[in-house]
């Protein structure tokens, strides 16, 4: 898995396949005028490369995920500060969650899904944000809100196809790519 994501690797056990984890060198910037969803998926397909380059005869999956605010990436905070800011925005909002998926076949080939979940965050008073960043800072989480913890708290609802796509790896479109491949999955 071309990932350095705990969370991307805590879902891919899940599995029970066999597998290791690398972290690719990807510039994960958004180009000028691309869209969030065509965001996510370019970087889904870079790293999973990335991971064909480096071992040409392995199954490699790549995944990427990107924060759509009206059309707008929303990325990773990094900083409290950046993160308070964004969940101020997200307040009282709905928020499409682009999860893109890349599968690299031994020897060339690229099979890609795309799994979209759509969050409605709760109005937020500045206590709230203070509060949950206080307990779960989510720094290395798109929008700031990891779901998966104490983040659910600042939802109203989600509406998706996979609920493990919001956290990070879609694990129902990857299972059927790696039946459709041959693997052997219940």
């Given amino acids: 898995m071309a990932s350095g994501s705990p969370y991307r690797r805590e879902l891919l056990e899940r599995l029970r396949l066999p597998f290791t984890a690398w972290s690719p060198e990807v510039d994960e910037s958004v180009l000028p005028g691309e869209r969030p969803a065509a965001t996510a998926v370019r970087l889904a397909r870079l790293k999973a490369q990335a991971g064909a380059r480096r071992w040409p005869q392995a199954w490699i999956i790549g995944s990427d ?14 900083t409290l500060d950046n993160a308070r800011s964004q969940l101020r925005e997200l307040s009282g909002r709905a928020v499409v969650f ?5 599968l690299a076949a031994p020897g060339g080939g690229l099979h890609e899904r795309i799994v979209d979940t759509e969050v409605a965050f709760r109005r937020l008073s500045g206590a709230d944000i203070e509060r949950y960043l206080a307990r779960e800072p989510a720094l290395d989480c ?35 790519l790696l039946r459709d491949q041959g693997f052997e999955l219940p």
């Fill in 98 to 102: 682009h999860t893109a998926l890349a």
């Fill in 65 to 78: 995920q990107v924060a759509d605010v009206d059309g707008r990436a929303v990325s990773k905070p990094g």
């Fill in 142 to 176: 798109a929008g700031s809100a990891k779901s998966e913890g104490l983040g659910i708290a600042l939802l109203e609802r989600l509406a998706g196809d996979d609920p493990t796509a919001l956290v990070g790896l879609p694990l129902i479109a990857l299972a059927q």
